[in-house]
């Protein structure tokens, strides 16, 4: 049987930043828990962040040998565009490749993936790029919107080539209502506010997704090396993994909430990103999405070689940045 | 409705505003950025093969932009920075192309700091987001 393989990956981390102190200055108080997060400039958008991860991606990759392209963004600069064409044209992609947008929640960042594991089928060629690349957005009185930051990164993955392999998916999907949702031709996320009911429905749905996926591979919490889950924040995904039998030293590399925010549709794949950086042969990896509404995606993975060597590394990425302050963090977001 | 630009002199740029696609001359060898009928290097070589430009290179020259003299299309971005660097940068192909600095160093921008092509939006137009290179100091080292 076929494999499919993450066999490189890139990331892309806006420059800028912005501190809790800066909020807390401004206005009192954070909502979010963060100690810092990335802010696009004035000049960037989920597009140009998804160019810069996937060129980081594909460097090292033979792109006349890619099939498949999708990409995932709750906050695409059009409503309607074919998106992917720009990536093509940016990437000098061929262009014939089999492609698909996602978009609408959270969710679309492993969408995506599932959606390129499948296209793959699809297309002679070897490999698939996935790139997910979110910033999210609300009006800066809401609450909700202090931990909104922005990221991006992108897979290669291959038809058995070692690398990270595919080893299953489990999803958990219902209707839970109003908790975080935007309504047509709206810029800013709505939020019921009810912090209690949002968990909740985080909590259950996240853990019945990667409860589903251990019962069909016949595993154990312990089993893994690394697990990633989605981050509304820190303090709810570290205590669900723990109800659901992980311990700190599993999940620690794939927290990423307090130093980028609330990623969206790339929260836990980026997560997955910091956690490749230093992975080791054999390491068996969960990786679980969320999109409020609610649904969920857990994906099992197994290492089995070494991918393709960066030329940066995420802490590097961490590092290189710039802070600003909450007059010029709203300016960039034209408030003001 | 009509637009402000031309279309097809638009869509043929495309290739090297998003990827800085150049040209090679097959007659004199040197690299046309951008792309041009008839080499302007040897002034007769009118054949080509397209080559992709590294993105690297060196700050050749730069300006700032302030107090009012960006041009219309970047005066939303003047409003928000105060102020905003132009580089001419000598490419490791050869050429020299003029574009914005993001992410300067707080210490200055100086004659021959490495530099690398990357993809933002230059500005937006009748609701259409013209996407292009600007340049960042080179990171490929860290």
């Not at chain 1, 019945?208 to 251990?214: D, E």
């Not at chain 2, 970047?74 to 940068?89: I, T």
């Not at chain 2, 192309?97 to 300067?104: E, G, H, R, S, Y």
């Not at chain 2, 939006?121 to 292009?132: A, N, P, T």
């Amino acid at each position: 049987m076929m494999t499919k393989n993450i066999v490189s990956y890139g990331v892309y981390l806006p420059f800028l930043r912005i501190k809790r102190d800066e909020y807390v200055n401004a206005l009192g108080s954070c909502s979010a828990a963060i100690k810092e997060k990335a802010v696009m400039d004035i000049d960037e958008d989920v597009i140009t962040m998804a160019v810069e991860a996937a060129r980081d991606a594909i460097a090292d990759v033979d792109i006349s040998q890619i099939g498949v392209l999708t990409l995932a963004s709750t906050n695409f600069p059009y409503q309607e565009k074919v998106m992917t064409g720009t990536v093509i044209e940016a990437l000098r992609l061929n262009k014939n490749v089999l492609t698909c947008q996602h978009g609408n929640s959270a969710l679309a960042g492993t969408e995506a993936f599932l959606a390129a594991l499948g296209m793959l089928e699809q297309t002679e060629q070897k490999y698939a790029l996935v790139i997910v690349s979110d910033s999210l957005s609300a009006d800066a009185s809401m609450d909700i919107e202090h931990g909104f930051g922005a990221a991006a990164c992108a897979f290669v993955l291959a038809k058995d080539e070692p690398g990270l392999e595919f080893e299953g998916a489990y999803a958990y999907t219902g209707e839970s209502m109003g908790l975080r949702y935007r309504l047509p031709g709206e810029t800013s996320v709505r939020d019921i506010g009810v912090k209690t009911y949002a968990t909740q429905a985080y909590n259950d749905t996240v853990k019945n997704a990667v409860w589903g996926l251990l019962g069909q591979l016949g595993r154990n919490p312990v089993d893994y090396s690394h697990v990633i889950l989605h981050q509304n924040d820190v303090k709810t995904a570290s205590a669900l993994g723990k109800k659901i039998g992980f311990n700190e030293e599993q999940m620690k590399e794939g927290l990423l909430f307090n130093l980028v925010g609330d990623t969206g549709a790339c929260s836990a794949m980026l997560g997955l990103c910091q956690v490749l950086d230093n992975i080791a042969s054999n390491d068996k990896v969960i990786v679980c999405s969320y999109g409020s509404g609610a649904g969920s995606h857990a994906l099992s993975f197994k290492s089995t070689n070494q991918l393709l060597k960066r030329t940066k590394s995420f802490k590097a990425m961490l590092n290189k940045k710039q802070y600003i302050n909450y007059i010029q963090y709203l300016k960039l977001k034209r408030n003001i | 409705m009509g637009a402000h630009i031309s279309i097809p002199m638009y869509q043929r740029a495309v290739p090297q505003r998003y990827r800085l696609a150049g040209q090679k001359c097959l007659k004199c060898g040197k690299v046309n950025f951008p792309p041009k009928a008839v080499c302007k290097y040897c002034l007769t070589g009118a054949e080509f093969e397209e080559i992709q430009l590294s993105g690297r290179g060196i700050v050749y020259s730069y300006t700032v932009i302030a107090g009012g003299g960006a041009p219309p299309e970047f005066s939303e971005e003047a409003r928000c920075k105060g102020k905003y660097p132009v580089v001419l940068v000598e490419l490791e192909e050869g050429p020299r192309v003029i574009a914005q600095l993001v992410n300067p160093p707080a210490e200055g921008i100086t004659i021959g700091m490495k530099v690398e092509a990357v993809f933002r939006k230059i500005y937006e137009e009748e609701g259409v987001i013209r996407y292009g290179f600007k340049f960042r100091p080179a990171t490929s080292d860290s």
